[in-house]
């Protein structure tokens, strides 16, 4: 097999990785910030029920989480395995990084200072307003460097998705290497990872400096 | 581009250099006892498997350790990632691979040393007992599970892959427990599969048949770096002596190895 | 006393009563029994030690603090009545007569002076070239005439200040209240910061200033109060408190701060 045709058809897993990628920063965006304000909930039972499963999240590889997400269902309740993995792989993986993501947004809306609340209180902005014009522009600005982080780790964890047979990039890549007996083919996957990442942190860091109007 | 081209230049100085720095162990005469170090599918019943009491057990783990004990050997055994298992030979984390592994073409092509063979091996697919599949034919445009790295997802690629084209896809995965597991939950239709490996698991499940059409058939061998000549003909004697004094058919006559103990070549010469 | 208030009625009452108001944190009481009224038209300074309660009272005036007892009258109405708040949407109403400038300033750093300043505004229904146009006439006011489109990090901590002064302003509130306003600043921004309040004294705008500028209390004051402990210890005439106060302890705190 050529280093070309290996390249074409690793590029065609590629094609998922960037679905597993993309959904995955879909849902767990917005996820996150629920599971942010329900962490921070005054409800002190919410709270720590939230503060249980962001443990249970981070503190148990991801892989197994793909496992359960997948297979667990079945084991449990006798439901099919679903025929397209994208599904369970992108709820996993929604999931685990909405979980992250909590703990950033936490830390990003605890560091605004209390003074900022009372001054949109006194000016008349409700919470609703307070939140979202006030200290939801102000606390992405203060995380964006800890998002790209877990951005970039997104990346390379897309091919966790092997663990539950999702035939992506580096899916693909094994399965060559393992037929041509040949280490080429994770020399290209690396190679893929780091272009990748290489758009990734061009794209963060134009938003970064969009960001950086004000101090 | 620049940056990508240096990155890949040092991959590959790095893959050359593991290349360079091994071969400092095999040939080496110590004192003590000379450690063998087996390389194995952990998860690849009945050939090598973790028993029950929680050491590698297998038919391949019995004769490997037989034989290291018929020339006085220390035996190690080391679970290697199957999918890799000749990057790992390569880079002397075990001394062989042995355990169930199907002689491939490319292997001989890459200069791997590679034993006679002694397991005629044939694939099969693993369906439900109500699923009304009677033939691989009846698979088209149905979804198959195979295992990363086994001979099943070679042969899709190679010889099968006429066959291979006909079902609706083909999914890898990375063990034997999700391939079946996928089955079990109506993720996909069949599981091609290594002969005694199904007919294991159908023996230990209910629900499960094979399909009674043997594809691709294939044999079994043991894998030696090429330089490694010597150690293969050690091997090998070793084995052939076993068999001559019987303790290799003592072997392969436990109830544990009885759904391949007719496929064994040595035994049936 | 009729519900429709008319102008000559509500000259005659209070734009800010308090009274027998009581607030603790945990277990510490910072008031006890506070009672204070506001007329129109007036300014009056809070002065005292710090840990007096005296940010406090500004701040449990603003609703930013929660107060146990005591009843809180804006224009004659009960916004706290015996340590019982009056609903949500009422005790909003009220937060439309007053405006607040803040020791930090706390403007919100990722706005613009202008939006600053008009936003607020325009969240409450006015039209948007309207505010803009007040917006630039009080910005002229504060002397921060061309900075409308700059930053608040662009500007220094006096200038910063007196975009909050506008913006509290930009709401036409009744009263203004005055947390400390100067005690953030260089000594050398205080006096373009005080220039503006003393200009806003003149207009005869009614405000409530917490400070521990005491010539600057004494110049502008209709009324100074002197809280210690919790408690207001003395209050009246600028001259008199300064001049000759009565109590023991507000003279032992003005020779302190006199040397």
Redesign the interface.
Known sequence: MSLLTMILKMGEGLGKTCAIFFLTLLFSLPLGMVVALLRMSKNKVISAITRFFINILRGTPLMLQLLAVT?GP?YLFG?????N?LIPVVIAFAINYAAYFAEIYRGGIESI?T??Y????????SRF?TFM??IL??VV?RIMPSITNEVVTLVKDTSLA????Y?EMF?IG??I?????S?LPF?VA??FY??FN?IVDRVMGRVEKRLN??? | MK??LV??MA??ML?ALTGCSSGKDSGSKSADKKKFIMGIDPEYPPFSYLGDDGKYTGFDVEVCQAACDYLGWDLEIFAVNW??K??QLDSNECDCVWSGMTI?D??KE?GYIISKPYYDNTQVLVVKDDSGFNSSADLAGK?V?VQ??TSG??LL??DLADLAATFGDV????SFL?CF??L?????DAVFVDMPVAADYVAKNAGYRIIDEQLGAEQYGIAFRSRDEELAKQIEDAVAALVENGTYAKIAEKEDYSEIVNNLIFLND | MSENNTKASRESCPILEIKGLQKSFNDLAVLRDISLSVEPGNVVSIIGPSGSGKSTLLRCA???ETAEKGDILYDGKYALRDGVYAEKAEL?RF??L???V?Q?F?????YSVMKNIC??PI??GEIKAEVEERALGLLKKMGLEGRENA???QLSGGQQQRVAIA??LA?NPEILFFDEPTSALDPELTGEVLKVIRQLADDHMTMVVVTHEMAFARAISNRVIFMDGGYIIEEGDPEEVFGNPKKERTKRFLSNYNQ
Request: charged share 15%; no cysteine.
């Open positions: 297979y079945y439901i099919s395995v679903s025929r993995k200072p003074g900022q009372e001054a949109a209180e006194v000016l008349g902005y307003q014009r006030i522009p102000q600005k092997f663990t539950v047979s035939q899916t094994k399965q290497a393992n037929s041509q007996t280490f020399v690396g190679v780091y272009i290489l109007y004000y101090k | 940056k990508i990155l890949f991959l590959v893959t999918d890799e000749l990057i491939l490319s292997m890459a979804l599970a990363l790295g997802e070679a690629n190679g999914i890898t995965a990375d999700k597991t996928e079990a939950g109506n993720a996909v | 603003a609703f930013l909003n937060r439309t007053f405006g607040m803040f930090n706390n403007l919100f750093p990722h936003e607020p969240l409450r930053y608040p990090y913006r509290a709401l």
